[in-house]
């Protein structure tokens, strides 16, 4: 039987995967032309099998040979010889597993090549009447660049020769890995060469510039992932709104490959195949609460670059705008780790997809639970009765101990992380039955909206700073019209109001607004 597949690559016969053709017709389309192009995309974002269906469309036409720099040691890279040896065994294993013959495969292995000057002319012998297309997976994972940009140096060359008609090589060239190699620097000087250019004691890596962009959307889009869907129900037969479901998955992803996959499999392994909305929501709940590869290089490089953290929070939680400017080296950081997208119809800045969201927002909320000044304010118990979650009791909770703890030497504080403080408060309390996001569309300085989901139960509460009468009364009104859009008929509004002591107004009461009650809290 068939399985959702999140670990490794993902096999026809055995996997259920997204009818991805469209786009191997468009990265086909670029072999086509002879193009030399890199698949830039964050981990787990099914390059490698991008990179497998690729070769089994190209092999009727081409000669594919896939490798991949996974598993080797920088002691591969250290000079050209070690080099050239490696580069070589890995075409002959590849291209034993093609339908070339084995003369062609034996004539590769020349392994007594000790420089690019040799190598060079051995693929100009290997590549002369042959369409040969060079794909290298895992292209970023040395330490040693120096070494593999040297070889990149070598590709140009013999690229521009060939455009020339003065030399044989690759028909075409595709390096996929997280790093566009094109970024790459090295911090050498290296004294006449005439393969890497200087720049003030830095070489760069100019060799790549042959490479044409690489623009096709590797994220699933809904039909893609209900085709996926739609493979399932024709062996398992549930019924299932397939594009319903599809497009519930894509609400959460944005079609990030490993995170469709894997909220299908949690449906399917461990929710007893609750192909619904809300076996989708559950599904998200186990995905969220769980440790995975992916999770953890998220939370690895909001670790390792404090400035990127920064910024991080400063949209999510602050609600700070940002241009999406993808030479700014932060920005850039994020959009390579897949953090960030440009959001919709706008050159703003944007969390990729709901997923990250929650599990980002999680982040900031557990480093915010470690402070010290934490005070259990109210229990679980207290707020639940017969499963059922009363957010009004909680929202009165919070403003009570909210004016008891916290005095106008917190305001700079509370000012950047009052928002978090309501957040790191409300998930002990729903950990385990429910969670929250953030609808980041909306989120600004003056306001951010909240989703919770608990149980069956859904509430919607709006965060705002105190601007003024006026806005609070924008506030009501843009909370209806948020609540009309959820088609729900009851929403909690929570203001933090910085002022001195003696302007402030707060308090907790039930509004009629438009048709719509809304619990009014001003701490």
Known sequence: MKRFNVTGLCVPHKHYMADISG?????????????????????????????????????????????????LGDENFESAEKFCSTFLKLIVNA????????????????????????LSRHITKMCK?????????????????????????VLRKKYLEREAGRDHTFHSVILAGVYDIKNIKLKMVEEGSHVLGKAEGKIYNSPWNIAVSFNVDMAFNPTEIASMLAAYENDHQTGMNIMGISEEIYGYTSGYPFLVSRICQCIDEELGGEWTV??????????????NTLFDDIFKNMENNTELSDMIYELLIMG????????????????RYGFFKKGNGSHKLTISNKVFEFIMTNYFVAKDLRRKKRITWVLQNDLVRNG????ELCLRKFAEHYAEIYSEHDMAFLERHGRLLFLSYLKPLINGQ??????????????????????????????????????????????????????????YLLTFDFRKEGHKTPGALWRKIGGKRIFDVIV
């Not at 700070?320 to 959009?335: F, Q, R």
Request: hydrophobic share 35%.
């Open 434 to 491: 429910g969670f929250y996001h953030i609808e980041s569309q909306f989120t600004d300085l003056r306001r951010m909206d909240l989703v919770v989901d608990y149980g069956r139960q859904q509430f919607i509460i709006e965060l705002k700073v105190w601007r003024g009468e006026q806005y609070h009364r924008e506030a009501h009104a843009q909370l209806n019209a948020y609540l009309e859009s959820k088609n729900a008929h009851e929403g």
């Open 95 to 118: 291209l034993s597993f093609t339908t070339a013959t084995e003369d062609y495969v034996q004539g590769w292995a020349d392994y007594t090549l000790a420089d690019f000057d040799s």
């Open 23 to 71: 786009k191997i017709a468009e990265i086909k389309s670029l072999v086509d032309r002879e193009c030399y192009f890199t698949i830039n995309r964050a981990r787990q974002y099914g390059k490698t099998t991008t990179l497998f269906l690729l070769q089994k469309e190209l092999t009727e036409h081409y000669i594919p040979v896939a490798v991949s720099f996974e598993g």
């Open 278 to 291: 809300g076996g989708v929501h559950n599904a998200v709940q186990i995905l969220i609460n769980e440790q």
């Open 388 to 391: 059922r979650f009363d957010m």
């Open 129 to 153: 009447g042959k369409k040969v297309v060079l794909m290298i997976d895992e292209v970023d994972r040395t330490s040693n660049n120096r070494t593999f940009l040297h070889f990149l140096g």
């Open 320 to 335: 700070e705008e940002k241009p999406y400017v993808v030479n700014d080296s932060i920005v850039g950081m994020g959009i």
